[in-house]
């Protein structure tokens, strides 16, 4: 039984950790002991039915963004869903988690795995139990402990390959709920039902209970744990409360006994915080964890964006990365408002994808500065083909350029400035005049 973390341990690369370093220009010899202590990690379960595209999270490497999908109770859709994993796919996302707690989420979970994600794919468990407790007990506080840990082991036996879980929330945590009086509430689904789960039975998180058990299982399939932070703030008054931190303290605990069994972990974090505060979110965390790798939702710089919540959130994600998170959630602009739908996906994805970038241009500036510096040049020269196909959504990028019947070709301006346009007046290049811009054609556009 091994795993990607105790393979490292042996010093014996893997066919993903050969992936990761090529796609991460980085030596096996640099990934590999990073891997072993944990500070980089690839989720990738070893059941999963089809060969994918696996992804390297953490210390050193590109920040990655996650995609969330699924089902909810008032809206099953499988084909809308399926066709939400497609648009995550085309446009570049780096893992994708299936957040279905409505209809058949086993078969819904399999069928987006087989059929649509050929990436990096996590799941949260608490989803499935919940649901089963709506069908099977018609309410989902009478859920048995085995319910949380068939849950957790449907998922596990199905592939994926990263799974939250909601084990940093204890019965006393519960208990201080009550006392604390957020102004937000607990906004996390998992973390409401497993804290009103411990307050009606008077017994402690199963999935704290039985933590050693589900390493085993985890062992078992290489599944990585994403330590889910069930009291992250759902308003920018509860940042950083003591609920959310006394989570934190006990994720990093359980973080430490998953790696001595060489089991895989990333860290989840929030949620919203406010815009001074992000920076120090992350460096909060990271003295708390180390260099394990975190993973945040946004978070929501402020909570009044409804309809433009991926930008509110792409701000504090931009500031996040750029500080050391490793993994984005994304927020769509339906976030607080309604499931979103494929055309939400794809906004939120780019969204992230600029946000994990500009982080990128701070954390591995090197590397990172390489697209910026060829699309400077291409704007420079004004080649637009290069431009467009460098750009971050090529396709919105051509719908603009050319919807004013803009001149085709290269080294002609835009109708942004037209005949200002500061490419054609440096001395060194032709003036350019607004009759030129009817007259010339693209391959004497030298
Ligand atoms: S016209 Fe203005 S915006 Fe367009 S390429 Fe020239 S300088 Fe850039």
């Given at each position: 039984m091994s795993t990607q973390m105790l393979s490292a341990r042996r010093g014996v690369a893997t066919d993903e950790m050969r992936q990761v370093a090529r796609d991460e220009d980085v030596t096996l010899e640099w990934l590999l002991p990073k891997m072993a202590s944990g500070s980089i990690i690839i989720p990738s379960n070893n059941v999963r039915p089809q060969k994918i595209h696996n992804v390297g999270i953490g210390k050193g490497l590109k920040t990655k963004v996650n995609v969330n999908i699924g089902t909810s109770t008032l809206n099953v859709d499988l084909p809308g869903e399926i066709e939400k994993a497609r648009v995550a796919v085309k446009y570049h996302a780096d893992t994708i988690m299936d957040l279905s707690d409505g209809g058949d989420v086993g078969e819904i979970r399999r069928t987006l795995l087989e059929a649509a994600a050929p990436i990096t794919f996590g799941t949260v468990p608490i989803y499935e139990a919940y649901n089963h407790g709506i069908s099977v007990h018609k309410n989902p506080l009478n859920l048995t402990e085995?319910?949380?840990?068939?849950?957790?082991?449907?998922?596990?036996?199905?592939?994926?390959?990263?799974?939250?879980?909601?084990?940093?929330?204890?019965?006393?945590?519960?208990?201080?709920?009550?006392?604390?009086?957020?102004?937000?509430?607990?906004?996390?689904?998992?973390?409401?039902?497993?804290?009103?789960?411990?307050?009606?039975?008077?017994?402690?998180?199963?999935?704290?209970?039985?933590?050693?058990?589900?390493?085993?299982?985890?062992?078992?399939?290489?599944?990585?744990?994403?330590?889910?932070?069930?009291?992250?703030?759902?308003?920018?008054?509860?940042s950083h409360d003591e609920l959310q931190v006394q989570e934190m303290i006990n994720i990093s605990r359980l973080a430490k006994r998953a790696h001595e069994q060489g089991v895989q972990v990333m860290i989840e974090g929030p949620g919203h915080v406010p815009l001074n505060e992000?920076?120090?979110?992350?460096?909060?965390?990271?003295?708390?964890?180390?260099?394990?790798?975190?993973?945040?939702?946004?978070?929501?710089?402020?909570?009044?964006?409804?309809?433009?919540?991926?930008?509110?959130?792409?701000?504090?994600?931009?500031?996040?990365?750029?500080?050391?998170?490793?993994?984005?959630?994304?927020?769509?602009?339906?976030?607080?408002?309604?499931?979103?739908?494929?055309?939400?996906?794809?906004?939120?994805?780019?969204?992230?994808?600029?946000?994990?970038?500009?982080?990128?241009?701070?954390?591995?500036?090197?590397k990172a500065i390489k697209w910026d510096a060829a699309m400077t040049e291409a704007r420079r020269t004004l080649d637009w083909e290069r431009q467009l196909a460098l750009s971050i959504d090529p396709e919105e990028a051509a719908r603009i350029h050319g919807r004013t019947g803009q001149h085709p070709g290269n080294n002609v301006p835009c109708t942004m400035c037209g005949g200002a346009c500061v490419y054609m007046m440096l001395p060194q290049q032709k003036i350019y005049t607004p009759a030129d811009a009817i007259s010339v054609e693209p391959d004497m556009a030298v």
């Open positions: 085995d319910d949380y840990l068939n849950a957790f082991e449907n998922n596990v036996k199905d592939g994926v390959d990263y799974t939250t879980v909601h084990c940093g929330i204890t019965k006393d945590i519960a208990k201080r709920i009550l006392q604390v009086r957020r102004h937000g509430g607990v906004v996390s689904k998992g973390g409401t039902i497993t804290a009103a789960w411990m307050l009606k039975h008077d017994k402690e998180n199963p999935y704290l209970t039985h933590y050693d058990y589900m390493i085993e299982i985890a062992k078992k399939y290489d599944v990585t744990f994403s330590l889910g932070d069930a009291l992250r703030p759902g308003s920018i008054l509860d992000v920076a120090a979110n992350v460096r909060l965390a990271k003295s708390l964890i180390g260099d394990v790798p975190y993973y945040v939702l946004g978070p929501l710089v402020t909570d009044v964006a409804s309809g433009h919540d991926h930008i509110a959130s792409a701000i504090g994600a931009a500031v996040s990365a750029s500080e050391g998170v490793d993994l984005l959630c994304y927020l769509t602009p339906s976030e607080h408002l309604a499931l979103p739908n494929a055309e939400e996906v794809k906004a939120g994805l780019i969204a992230y994808r600029i946000a994990a970038h500009a982080g990128d241009l701070v954390k591995i500036r090197e």
